[in-house]
């Protein structure tokens, strides 16, 4: 049922019901049907106020805009007057003169006046739409952009991840045949040596090592781009100057790119060739002659190793040529200097930190250029190596020790005395614990900027940043020493095929044979290097921090000394006051 007013109300008062409905208002359990109802319209009535008033500040603010847009339009109409004006009087300058050099004067003034008129826009734009906020990422892809040709923004990159693709999904099961390496002989030990012999080091595992140390100058690169943008939020907000060679670092990325794709090129063809033959003849111990093995899907591993020398040709000359466009390019930008460029490398636009952004920051702000840059590429580095490299050499270590011995459970026991721990486990626990300070660091910088936030923005919060970063790498140090030191005297940094255990259940002392040893050896001597090599780093790294941080703190204490000596400056002179109004007065009393 509808309830409507018996007759139009007047101003100010309340209109009549009918006597329906308050028959069904006191039927719903409503006692005073017409005060409630009162109060239901005066509700109403605020209600259609509210929204009168925000639809007129709405108006307000749309006419703001749009007079803004006609400043703007005004200001542009203007510029392009005296900007026409300037090119006539030049024209009617230059009418006595030479017509190529008047031609050459004219386009050379008009490309600076287009240029500068670029820069104002953006200046003008820049300064009426603050909303448009740059975050890093976006701010790093430009400066990449700004610094690459067209051959590293588009080729380069797809040709790497190619290449990634084709090692993961295809030519790294293509090696995973050990056990289908079959020689004509009964002889124990005789396959895994003539295997040894074929294979120093498996392709896949060559080519792994060649896409990761491929991949860290561009990484590194890519970290010296978050520390410039850093230093340009920095300086912006201090009015500092932002001093860089993104031009240099991308130069000297390339030539480790192309010096890596040379030594890598030259590494497969010594040691593998282009084309593996499906028989292969073998003669080494403990074999008792020559003999014939056969080699599983020769085929297949051949189109690979084709395959990625090519690709490998391909990225050397891809890089060579991004090189010299690069080097062209620089020559031409340093003749000619572009005001639109440099003023997007410093743009004032006001970004709102966010989370990630206070936290690379605050990690910046601390951290040296080898903790921003070399190190968490080298860590990655290493990560990589023992996750895709290592882990298949090691997998199957125990099942392919073979010993010349036919008593059973000797192997075993004999590859447990000769290798207690695995290498892989070791060098797993040793990239674990060495990259625990650097999360527990993290940890302590998300805690800081989480009281931060809790505690207001006019409050100052008491952190030892410098203090824990110091006790990061002062842990590293010590792990990566430790490490090292351990790898030495248990394990060494060598691994010979042949190996000789006297342990039960072996009737006597018997001889037996570790599968890939070339290959192992070749990994323990990397990661050796790679152990002492993030050890050195670290501590130069120390050792940086060390330095830049007593100038700070005596910044920090001049400041201070400042500040108090300007506060005691007003006290001086008030008992110099004193004193002389004393003087004064004794005078008058005597």
Request: glycine share 6%; hydrophobic share 40%; with cysteine.
């Amino acid at each position: 049922m509808e309830c409507r007013a018996e007759e139009e109300p007047r101003k100010g008062q309340f209109p009549a019901w009918s006597s329906s409905c308050r028959k069904v208002i006191k039927t719903c359990g409503i006692a005073q049907g017409d005060d409630q109802a009162e109060h239901l319209y005066k509700v109403n009535t605020e209600i259609t106020s509210v929204r009168k008033k925000a639809e007129e500040q709405l108006r307000a603010e749309v006419g703001q805009w749009q007079e803004d847009r006609m400043s703007l339009i005004k200001v542009i109409e203007t510029l392009q007057r005296v900007l026409s004006r300037r090119e006539e009087e030049k024209d009617w300058k230059s009418r006595v003169d030479d017509p190529q050099n008047r031609i050459l004067e004219m386009s050379e003034m008009k490309k600076k006046q287009c240029r500068h008129l670029s820069s104002y826009f953006h200046h003008v734009l820049v300064g009426t739409m603050k909303s448009q906020k740059l975050g890093v990422l976006s701010s790093v892809l430009c400066k990449w952009q700004s610094q690459a040709t067209l051959i590293g923004k588009s080729v380069l990159p797809v040709l790497l991840l190619i290449r990634l693709v084709i090692l993961g999904a295809a030519a790294h099961t293509a090696w995973l045949d050990e056990d289908e390496f079959v020689c004509n002989s009964h002889m124990p030990g005789c396959n895994v040596a003539c295997y040894n012999k074929l294979t120093p080091i498996a392709p896949a595992r060559l080519w792994t090592l060649q896409l990761v140390l491929v991949l860290a100058p561009g990484l590194v690169f890519f970290c010296y781009l978050i520390h410039l943008t850093n230093q340009e939020n920095q300086g912006r907000r201090g009015d500092g100057e932002v001093r860089g060679h993104p031009r240099g670092a991308y130069l000297a990325c390339m030539a480790s790119v192309v010096l890596l794709e040379v030594v890598f090129v030259v590494m497969q063809s010594l040691l593998h060739g282009f084309w593996v033959n499906k028989h292969y003849r073998c003669e080494t111990s403990p074999c008792p002659h020559q003999i014939d093995c056969v080699v599983p899907y020769a085929w297949e591993k051949s189109i690979f190793m084709i395959l990625m020398f090519v690709t490998s040709c391909v990225s050397v000359l891809l890089n060579v040529m991004e090189l010299l466009r690069a080097l062209l390019f620089n020559k031409q930008s340093r003749r000619q200097t572009d005001p639109a460029n440099a003023y997007q490398s410093g743009s004032e636009v006001e970004e709102s930190p966010g989370f990630l952004r206070q936290l690379l920051n605050l990690w910046q702000s601390h951290a040296g250029l080898l903790g921003k840059t070399v190190l968490p590429v080298l860590q990655l580095i290493r990560l990589v190596v023992v996750v895709a490299a290592v882990k298949p050499v090691w997998d199957n270590d125990s099942r392919h020790f073979v010993c010349n011995t036919q008593q059973p459970g000797c192997s075993q026991s004999g590859f447990t005395q000769l290798f207690p721990f695995s290498l892989h486990h070791y060098w797993t626990l040793q990239v674990l614990l060495v990259l625990a300070p650097g999360l527990i660091f993290l940890c302590y910088l998300i805690h800081i900027i989480v009281l931060k936030k809790q505690s207001g923005p006019g409050t100052q919060v008491k952190g030892h940043v410098r203090g824990a970063y110091l006790a990061l790498l002062s842990a590293v140090v010590l792990l990566e020493v430790g490490f090292a030191v351990v790898q030495y005297v248990a394990f060494g940094l060598s691994l010979s095929t042949g190996q000789t255990t006297n342990a039960s259940p072996c009737p006597f002392s018997v001889d037996c044979y570790v599968s890939q040893a070339t290959e192992k050896t070749l990994f323990m001597l990397i990661m050796f290097s790679v152990a002492c090599l993030s050890g050195l780093l670290t501590l130069l790294e120390m050792c940086v921090v060390l330095r830049t941080a007593r100038p700070c703190e005596e910044q920090q204490e001049n400041k201070i000394s400042e500040t108090s000596g300007l506060q005691m400056a007003p006290t001086a002179k008030e008992e110099a006051d004193s004193a002389e109004h004393k003087e004064s007065y004794t005078k008058l009393n005597i």
